[in-house]
């Protein structure tokens, strides 16, 4: 299995609240993304670093921010969560040498009331 | 820009049944394609892989090719286990950044 840890794996909060989400690596990998999953949408790319402090957004990072201060973590923050941001996030790491080749992590469910 | 579109769902097989999903993208330069499965409660794992035209990728008895003239990439397994339930997305990268564009997703439940 590759050495991703996200935490936390489950969240209830509520409208208007920040949240934060981590994903942490072990493998030392370059790359490292985080999608979120939705029903009739398959995954979508909200960001994604290509190094440390290095970021840059994806299809639907309206609402998200990102961080990346140590190659090994890559949080996600949720200004102002939302009812639409309910959803199950996935962060993923890729070395880059084989392009499109990424690994997972287990995921982040979201609910926001 | 990049799309990948597939099949709607769900799919329900009995055991030993032939499957196909098909796939199909849309995307600027040259793509590598990919099949990606989700068994239930983890993340997505990737199953196979095809980098150029008219490759094939194949895994767990699982093949896809690579079909440029008709921009595919279809999933085929001869014949299907109860263990092969799970989502299964198509997916295409064009290299940058290694990014990953996604298909919807479909459900496959095979029955004893």
């Known amino acids: 299995d590759a050495g991703i840890t996200q935490s936390p794996r489950h969240k209830v909060t509520e409208t208007g609240t920040p949240v934060t989400l981590r994903c942490h690596q072990t493998e030392n990998h370059r790359y490292m993304y985080w999608y979120r999953q939705d029903p009739g949408h398959g995954l979508r790319l909200i960001h994604y670093s290509y190094g440390v402090k290095d970021t840059d957004k994806g299809e639907v990072s309206d609402g998200y921010s990102v961080s990346r201060s140590k190659t090994e973590d890559f949080l996600l923050t949720l200004e102002s969560a939302t009812s639409s941001q309910t959803s199950v996030y996935f962060c993923?790491?890729?070395?880059?040498?084989?392009?499109?080749?990424?690994?997972f992590g287990e995921g982040s469910r979201l609910t926001v009331l | 820009g990049d799309s990948v579109t597939q099949m709607e769902g769900p799919v329900t097989l009995s055991e030993e049944a032939f499957l196909t999903i098909n796939c199909t993208y849309t995307a600027t330069g040259y793509p590598s394609l990919f099949w990606y499965v989700q068994y239930p409660g983890e993340g997505l794992q990737l199953l196979l892989k095809?980098?150029?035209?008219?490759d094939k990728g194949s895994n767990k008895g699982f093949e896809a090719t690579y079909r440029k003239e008709t921009t595919s990439f279809h999933l085929e397994k001869g014949s299907v286990q109860v263990s092969d339930s799970a989502v299964y997305f198509c997916?295409?990268?064009?290299?940058?950044?290694?990014?990953?564009?996604f298909g919807k997703g479909i459900t496959l439940s095979v029955r004893p």
């Open positions: 997916a295409l990268s064009t290299g940058a950044n290694s990014k990953l564009t």
């Open positions: 095809a980098t150029k035209a008219d």
């Open positions: 993923a790491i890729s070395p880059g040498q084989k392009a499109g080749e990424l690994f």
